[in-house]
């Protein structure tokens, strides 16, 4: 287990375990707080697994105000809160402290409205990214963030770290269609924030809330932007002899005009990783891209026909369109499948960044130059070294 500095845990809360667990007891159903060490164990951490605490104890409320008198007691005992999802984040936002009480909205799953004329659902924070896309289905409708977490990460996780996908080049990430937001503060306040369409309900505050960690409210409701399914989307794989082509390739298509849907980068060190674990049959090149577009059938052509030209400037060693939608499967397969296998690897980091398109070229290759020399040799000197080669 790896020790890391985190503020020393307050020993007088510690102490007044008894009388903090037998106050939320009061105010909560009898299966919602979780005292036992064995059970809190379960919370000590999210998928930032290297970082572990178990806190003083675990409340499951189901209802905006079942979580508003938790925070309450907390509030009024000064015991520190920490909200939690689904536990997938990366970035140990969920992970609580030893005096801490974990305040977890995965029982909070109703879907509560479904307006497609006006596009918007309203859910409880616990419903997870892929039930509510789900539950709009039958009606031709989606909801656009798309973590590849989908499956299990709720949408309050979703707010708290204003998540996106595979397709958050087009449609934007979780800030982009939020519409509104029912939260707790930490005092047991409950304040609603935005409504059902844009603009709603005085000043846009919900910036604020969204990618916030939960460090200012806790979200038991959300409105969220819905869009019509498109009619056809297709992905394009193109193969690289160097990462800075792939980079360069990207920057055209985007300067191009284009917007297509997603666009994905592997480098030659994942697809490697990814053929070994998930035999997607990618070629055996430096750099492959997932280029996805999406429309009506004419449109999809046009669009793959403007990305053919653009890529075939930079010579590609593989340039292939899927032509049904088993191909489209087995394009995206080993994509899907990366994080996956580069968990399998013994030795690799995971840092997200926001890199200007001019730049973009250089720092994959930049990037690939580092992981090669094996230049860091910790997250923070790889962290510097990035920042200096955007520089
Ligand atoms: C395999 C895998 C793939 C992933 N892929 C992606 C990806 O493609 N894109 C991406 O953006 N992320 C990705 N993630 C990271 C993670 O899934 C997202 O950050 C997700 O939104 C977290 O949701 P959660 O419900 O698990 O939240 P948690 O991990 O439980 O919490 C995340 C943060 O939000 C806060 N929070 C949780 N619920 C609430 C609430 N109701 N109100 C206020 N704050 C709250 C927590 O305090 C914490 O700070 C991935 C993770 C894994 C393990």
Redesign the pocket.
Known sequence: MTTIAMPAPAQDIIARKAEIVSKLAAVLPADAVIADPEETRAYEC??LTAYRCSPLAVVLPRTTEEVAAAVRICHELGVPM?????????AG??LPTADSVVIG?MRLRDVLEVDTANRFIRVQ?GVTNLSVSAELEPDGFFYAPD???QL???I??????N???AHCLKHGVTTNNLLGVR?VLSTGAVVELGGSHLGANGLDMLGLICGS??QL????EATLRILPRPEGARPTLIGFNNAETAGECVARIIRSGLLPVAIEYMDDVCLRAVEAFAKAGYPDCAAVLIVEVEGSEDEIVDQIERIRVTASELDPVEFRSSRTPNESLAIWKGRKAA?GAMGRLGDYLCLDGTVPLSKLPYTLKRIGELSKNMAWKSPMSFTQATETCIR
């Open positions: 999210d998928a920490i909200p939690r999802g689904a536990g997938t984040s990366l936002g969920a909205t924070a973590p590849s977490s299990a990460c709720t309050g996780g979703n707010i708290g770290m998540s996106g996908g939260m960690e939960g409210a806790i979200v038991t994080f």
